[in-house]
């Protein structure tokens, strides 16, 4: 088996989901292989991905392929773009219906195996505050996204996740699409038209 397999067939946090709101099985979704060009670090799967098995099959995916001016097709493409979250599996909802945060258990057992298995990576796009703090060590998202352009030069640019819940966010911060976006498509566009 190799460590794609290994990941889909992990149970490591079936107590866990099922004492959640939404008392799920686990259900990782994997989405890589070595030779990918572009990585997408994301937090974790919603419910709909869940549902489908495929990343970013959801509006929060719509408005990411957006921000990167990839196609569908170009977005799922394997052998050019990997999608690893912080954790496989959808971690499920409080009783408030709030989404849980990925268990840190998934990134502790998986996240540098993955990473060794993909390389060095052309472009790395670290998709929310999770994937902020593993890969650059940062707590403040919003600091970390608006000093983008040193991190964007070693080929790495966070992104605030793209959830509608941060549509507030984004009007907040309008440098975010007249600066940092533009910067993101043109790279994005270089690294897959090699």
């Given at each position: 088996?190799?460590?794609?397999d ?19 099985a686990?259900?990782p ?8 060009r572009?990585l ?34 170009e ?15 959808f ?16 990134a ?10 993909l ?6 796009l670290?998709v929310g ?16 996204v608006?000093?983008w352009?040193?991190?964007a ?14 549509t507030?966010?984004?009007k907040?911060?309008?440098?975010f699409?007249?600066?940092?976006l533009?910067a993101l ?10």
């Amino acid at each position: 088996m190799d460590l794609a397999d290994d990941i889909r067939a992990c149970r490591l946090c079936a107590d866990r989901f099922a004492a959640t709101a939404t008392a799920h099985a686990p259900r990782p979704v994997v989405w890589f292989r070595p030779g990918a060009r572009i990585l997408i670090a994301g937090q974790a799967p919603g419910a709909r991905v869940h549902d489908s098995g495929q990343p970013f099959t959801d509006r929060s995916g719509d408005r990411l392929r957006d921000w990167t001016g990839l196609s569908e097709a170009e977005f799922y493409d394997l052998s050019r773009v990997a999608i690893v979250p912080m954790a496989f599996c959808f971690p499920g909802y409080d009783a408030k219906g709030s989404d849980l945060p990925p268990p840190a258990v998934c990134a502790a057992t998986w996240r540098r195996q993955v990473m060794q298995c993909l390389g060095p990576m052309p472009l790395t796009l670290l998709v929310g505050g999770a994937a902020i703090r593993w890969h650059l060590g940062l707590r403040d998202v919003t600091a970390a996204v608006a000093d983008w352009r040193a991190p964007a030069a070693r080929g790495v640019f966070p992104l605030p996740h793209p959830s509608w819940r941060n549509t507030g966010w984004l009007k907040r911060n309008p440098w975010f699409a007249a600066e940092h976006l533009p910067a993101l498509r043109a790279r994005v566009r270089e690294v897959m038209d090699v």
